[in-house]
């Protein structure tokens, strides 16, 4: 067995572990109330076999990362596969160090489920270890990347301990009109989440049944007033076409409930590579994700917020806050020196320069200025509990969309991190 057989076992091995490690947080949390039982034993109890078995898919996943890396010969973090399977490993390594300074239980029970589905999210993209290009040969992918994904990783921490502050202190129960907008806040959040799931829930389903549609897609290259040959190249979807490439025919396609022609082609403006299977799976993820929704409000028979609310009752709403804000405060400093700092030194070697408002540039500076503003706002404004609580939660959301929605809808110099 080599390398990286051994690192595609450890990364199975380490998600299994993770899922049985929620639900044995979800024992711990939700088990309090069994009857016959003493909740303060069967809580310690489960909750160090809940950090014992997360501790042990931690340890996977550094093996995964370690043997990964012998067999590549550079830090697995060059395509979008590696990059977002190291982002959720330092999402339990930020979730390990945050736990063992509060000891909150029912932190698991929020930031486990980040990170495996970072984790799934991972593993819809090629595994394939492939060599550097030219612009990634550089010890600063060392510094940047790493860096950049610690400091999000405690982002991410803070955002569960954000979201379960809210679920603590929004009053369900009422019906005023803050109550409700407060609520419907906490729906669209989760709602954000599923339609990450339906994202991977759709991409598997379509992968196991096969599925494939191919366009002929036709680009005319101009050079000054001249026009050239037209050149033709193939783009393949793995998910029903609901839009189809710009200037491009179908060569063929498996009917899906009746869809066998796409709907509408991607706009002109659209521009990148896979732009029109980009915007494609873009639209699927949301599709998905609003009857993964719908389903589960219709078996649940109530919001996700509020069936989520009573899990959290017994904690500090004080101690919530100040973990989220703790975890913040610890990944700022790290993201600024890796996603801004370092990344202008290393642009300035690999394209010649500090800046280019390339969209992935943009929308780190995006998200440096939002927790900018939220570290002004709470030490200077008194931005404490839920104000604080919705900025964490929020901000978070802006994470993932410079790390998910950048890559699927924005092209740039970044694109080599995008789909395959």
């Known amino acids: 067995m080599n390398f990286l057989e051994i690192s595609r076992l450890a990364f199975v091995t380490a998600f299994y572990l993770y899922c049985l490690s929620f639900i044995f947080y979800v024992i711990a949390v939700t088990g309090k109330t069994w009857k016959n039982r003493d909740p303060k ?74 990170a495996i589905l970072v984790m ?47 679920l603590r202190t929004v009053d369900f129960g009422s019906h005023d009109k803050s109550a409700r907008r407060q609520k419907r806040w906490v729906e669209f959040t989760l709602f954000s989440i599923i339609i990450v799931v339906g994202f991977i829930v759709s991409v598997y389903s379509f992968r196991a049944a096969g599925y494939e549609a191919v366009f002929t897609q036709n680009t005319t290259n101009i050079d000054s007033q001249v026009e050239e040959d037209s050149t033709i190249g193939k783009e393949v979807y793995n998910l029903p076409p609901i839009v189809a490439p710009h200037n491009s025919t179908m ?14 082609e991607a706009p002109s403006w659209m521009k990148g590579v896979n732009a029109g299977r980009k915007f494609n799976t873009v639209l699927w993820s949301i599709l998905s994700g ?60 690999a394209w010649g320069r500090f800046w280019g408002w390339d969209p992935k540039e943009v929308w780190a500076l995006i998200t440096w200025l939002y927790y900018s503003a939220y570290l002004h706002l709470r030490l200077s404004r008194g931005f404490q509990g839920k104000k604080a609580s919705w900025l964490a939660v929020l901000g978070f959301l802006v994470v993932m969309f410079t790390l998910v929605g950048v890559n699927l809808i924005i092209a740039g110099l970044h694109s080599y991190a995008g789909t395959d």
């Open 41 to 114: 034993q069967h809580e310690r109890k489960w909750g160090r076999i809940s950090f014992a078995t997360s501790s042990l898919g931690l340890l996977a996943h550094l093996i995964y990362c370690g043997t990964r890396w012998a067999y590549s010969g550079h830090i697995p973090v060059s395509n979008m596969y590696e990059f977002m399977t190291f982002l959720s490993m330092m999402i339990m390594i930020a979730f390990t160090v945050v736990f063992l300074i509060y000891r909150k239980i029912l932190l698991g029970m929020f930031a486990l489920p980040v």
């Open 120 to 166: 799934a999210y991972a593993a819809v993209f090629p595994q394939e270890v492939q060599p550097l290009i030219p612009s990634l040969r550089s010890i600063w992918l060392y510094i940047h990347v790493t860096l950049a994904a610690t400091g999000e990783s405690f982002f991410a921490v803070g955002f569960a301990a954000g979201l379960m502050y809210l």
């Open 251 to 264: 060569e063929s396609v498996q009917p899906f409930l009746g869809m066998d022609h796409a709907l509408f």
């Open 290 to 349: 609003i009857v993964i929704y719908a389903l589960l409000r219709l078996i649940l028979r109530r919001p996700l917020g509020q069936l989520l609310a009573p899990t959290v009752r017994g904690i500090d709403p004080d101690d919530l806050d100040e973990i989220s804000y703790r975890a913040i405060a610890i990944g700022f400093p790290i993201f600024t020196l890796g996603a801004l700092v370092f990344a202008m030194i290393w642009a300035q070697q």
